[in-house]
């Protein structure tokens, strides 16, 4: 329970993490109800979370973080929660800065806080590749959400009961956060970010391939932009498409302008290009009032 009285539960979505599980829930106690969702681990996770007293809901199979996620709003919804905060099993986050999430929830602020890495330069600690990626999933998620946010893919947040009665989650994985973001904002609800600190010399510091993880998140993040705003997907995808026969175009003409012939093998890509543009313009208004009249 927070200091003003309200009745907060710590998700914790935890895969295989007896080295670091303990001392998470151990720290998280002191500001809230713990609830840990053991995604399937086949290590002692749930015998250590519950000997550290935490609740424990198992899933039979690993389902994805975005299961294991929605399982504990739903057993917040269905306990009278007043709020949630979401932090990851491995030790990268310091549960002592749940309050800086909490205040803006409490207060009336916000819906959904995010702790950011990027706000006090945190993210510096982060390997290059892995900056890069997520600053395209940063980049990608803005364009699906139409919300400025610093750091997409943080798993450290907190959400108000409001924010939990309104989320119809559909992800698996990783993309939950991406997610989660954009259905909020679609439904008109505050987000907010707050500077936290991350700490990456944890004992299991990815459980899968950096590359092929970014990648598959990336993927799926494009498709939600597919299905909640095709018009804005499909226009970029039908400007680089002009761009391309741009580039052809200047190619076929480039030694006509020098007294030359044209090239006509590059003038028919250009040509191409044109259309397979022009017929995606066309889907992309198609599929946005489509997409319009399913939401109505």
Not at 61 to 68: E, M
Request: charged share 20%; hydrophobic share 45%.
């Amino acid at each position: 329970m927070s200091n003003d009285g309200s009745r907060v539960l710590i998700v914790i979505p935890a895969y295989n993490e007896e080295l670091t599980i303990g001392s998470v829930v151990a720290l998280a106690k002191k500001y809230g109800d713990v609830l840990v969702v053991d995604d399937g681990s086949k290590d002692r996770t749930s015998e250590i979370a519950r000997e550290v007293g935490a609740v424990v809901l198992k899933h039979k199979t690993n389902r994805g973080k975005g299961q294991a996620l929605k399982t504990g709003f739903e057993h917040a919804l269905a306990n009278d929660y007043d709020a949630v905060v979401c932090l990851d099993a491995d030790g990268q986050h310091n549960p002592e800065e749940i309050p800086l999430l909490l205040k803006p929830i409490i207060e009336g602020e916000a819906d959904l806080v995010i702790g950011s890495r990027y706000l006090n330069n945190a993210h510096k600690n982060i390997p290059f590749y892995r900056r890069l990626g997520l600053w395209v999933l940063n980049k990608t998620t803005v364009l699906a959400s139409g919300v400025k946010i610093t750091d997409s893919q943080s798993g450290f947040r907190a959400l108000s009961r409001k924010a939990l009665k309104s989320l119809e989650l559909n992800a698996d994985g990783y993309h939950v956060e991406s997610e989660m973001i954009h259905e909020l904002a679609e439904k008109g609800l505050k987000i907010v970010e707050v500077p936290i600190n991350v700490r990456y010399d944890v004992p299991k510091k990815h459980k899968k391939n950096p590359v092929s993880h970014g990648v598959g998140v990336l993927a799926k993040v494009v498709g939600l932009i597919g299905y909640k705003r095709p018009l804005l997907l499909f226009s970029i995808l039908s400007l680089i498409s002009f761009a391309v026969a741009g580039v052809f175009a200047y190619w076929a003409l480039k030694p006509y302008w020098s007294g030359g012939d044209v090239f006509l093998t590059q003038a028919i890509a250009a040509g191409i290009f044109t259309l397979i543009g022009i017929q995606l313009f066309i889907a992309g208004l198609t599929l946005n009032v489509l997409a319009r009249m399913v939401r109505e």
